[in-house]
């Protein structure tokens, strides 16, 4: 069973900035993809970033200059940095890794995102 916690999420400010965490624990052999998707109320869950393979990155075209994704393999934790934050990011936002050994998809807790004046 592989375990994923989340962290950093709060209250923002519009134009601030923000830095989720989430590492994934557990019977871990090897993690094909680690990424970021939100949630705002009344919304479908959307995709806001992924990385494949610790290399290869692709972001939702409303987070692209202003959120970075990264992943740190050694410690199997995904970062997202989020810069410029404004309203429409208000979301509750889940980690999802999808593991390859052993196979299957696995979505963290969620964590709430604010952006507020």
């Known amino acids: 069973q592989v375990q994923l916690v989340e962290s950093g999420g709060g209250l923002v400010q519009p134009g601030g900035s923000l830095r989720l965490s989430c590492k994934a624990s557990g019977n871990i052999v090897r993690i094909f993809t680690m990424g970021w998707y939100r949630q705002a109320p009344g919304k479908q869950r959307e995709l806001v970033a992924v990385i494949i393979s610790g290399e290869i990155t692709t972001y939702a075209d409303s987070v692209k200059g202003r959120f970075t994704i990264s992943r740190n393999s050694a410690k199997d934790t995904v970062y997202l940095q989020m810069n410029s934050l404004n309203s429409e990011d208000t979301a509750v936002y889940y980690c999802?890794?999808?593991?390859?050994?052993?196979?299957?998809?696995?979505w963290g807790q969620g964590t709430q995102v604010t952006v507020s004046s």
């Open positions: 999802k890794v999808v593991v390859l050994s052993p196979a299957g998809d696995y």
